[in-house]
């Protein structure tokens, strides 16, 4: 479709920026997860991979850790992609959280009637923070969904932190992140290189979660506020 992102531009665009650095050693390592448990919260609508596809990203995961074994593998039940994050992760999330019977409406109305849908998920790409399965959706129905999440947030006046980092456009789902410099950078990038392409299965979205969550949807943080099952017609 004609309309939908253009996704492979979008992911070697991120791989552009990052592959100097990373290849060289130079990643950006995450303090929070030196530090144990995170205590930020946000709210976010998410999907999961099913058995077969979560066992590709962990065979994935596993060639990546023995490039580097000292990075942090994104867990098994942590594994998902971020439909729309409502309010972003952040440490100041009582006031949020206490209208969360309103986003869950919101929700609600944004996902009536939608058609379960596939992301086909091919190969990686990477920021100086991470390591990324990138995600493909076969037809409009994410990006109409993000759309109508958005829309509904904003006539209810849940849109203050809406998209405050970055507009979400990409469907992917987080491998790995650096949490130390590469003790030897060149096996890595060359590991790196060699999964850009690699074919990795499809996620068929039925269900969709709406959880309170850290930065890393961390099973032990996660707690769901409610589920929805897509069984609609293709819009």
């Known amino acids: 479709m004609s309309d939908l992102p253009d996704l492979h531009t979008h992911y ?5 920026r990052a592959w100097p650095a990373v290849s060289s050693g130079d990643v950006d390592c995450d303090t ?8 930020r919260r946000g709210l976010t609508l998410a999907a999961r991979p099913g058995p077969a596809l979560a066992a590709r990203f ?13 990075q942090y593998r994104q867990p098994g039940a942590d594994l998902h992609v971020t439909i729309l994050s409502l309010f972003t992760v952040t440490a100041d999330y009582a006031p949020h959280l206490a209208r969360r019977a309103d986003y869950a409406a919101a929700v609600r109305a944004a996902v009536a009637g939608l058609p379960a849908f596939d992301i086909d998920f091919d190969g990686i790409t990477i920021s100086r923070g991470a390591v990324l399965a990138r995600g493909f959706p076969r037809d409009g129905t994410l990006e109409l969904l993000r759309a109508r999440l958005r829309d509904a947030l904003r006539a209810s006046g849940l849109d203050g932190s809406l998209d405050q980092r970055y507009r979400l456009v990409t469907a992917h789902s987080t491998l790995l992140r ?10 890595l990038a060359a590991v790196l290189a060699g999964l850009r392409a690699l074919p990795l299965g499809t996620m068929r979205v039925e269900t969709l979660q709406l959880v309170v969550n850290d930065w890393y949807m961390s099973n032990a943080a996660v707690e769901t506020v409610e589920t929805w099952t897509l069984s609609g017609r293709a819009p």
């Open 12 to 16: 070697d665009a991120m791989w552009d």
């Open 32 to 39: 929070h997860l030196a530090g144990g448990l995170d205590p």
């Open 58 to 70: 962990g065979a994935l995961q596993e060639r990546l850790l023995d490039a580097d074994p000292c």
């Open 178 to 187: 650096f949490v130390a410099p590469p003790h030897d950078p060149a096996r």
